[in-house]
């Protein structure tokens, strides 16, 4: 008989910075499939960044904002994909 013991990974996080304050986001490896997901659309890809931004600051980003942050967690969850990947807190 084969075994497989899937051990928790270490939570991989984009660190963003918004003016002087830091938010934690989750990168693609620590959510789970429902959560992707929601990420098929701008809207949903949006209301999962806002679930991790102080609602005062998400609510005065604009659309273009959004779209830079969804560019550089696409691009520091590829990376965290790769083997190797980053450390938390690394982007």
Not at 18 to 33: D, H, K, R, V
Not at 45 to 67: H, M
Not at 70 to 80: F, L, N, Y
Request: glycine content about 6%; aromatic content about 10%; proline content about 4%.
């Amino acid at each position: 008989m084969q075994e497989f013991t899937l051990n928790k990974r270490e939570e991989d996080y984009l660190k963003l910075n918004i003016g002087e304050e830091s938010f934690n986001i989750p990168l693609a490896t620590s959510i789970t499939l429902a959560e992707a997901s929601t990420m098929e659309t701008m809207d949903g890809a949006i209301a999962f960044f806002r679930k991790y931004i102080r609602p005062e600051i998400a609510d005065a980003l604009t659309l273009f904002n959004y779209k830079d942050i969804i560019h550089a967690w696409k691009e520091a969850s590829d990376k965290a994909m790769q083997p190797g990947g980053v450390s938390p807190g690394e982007s």
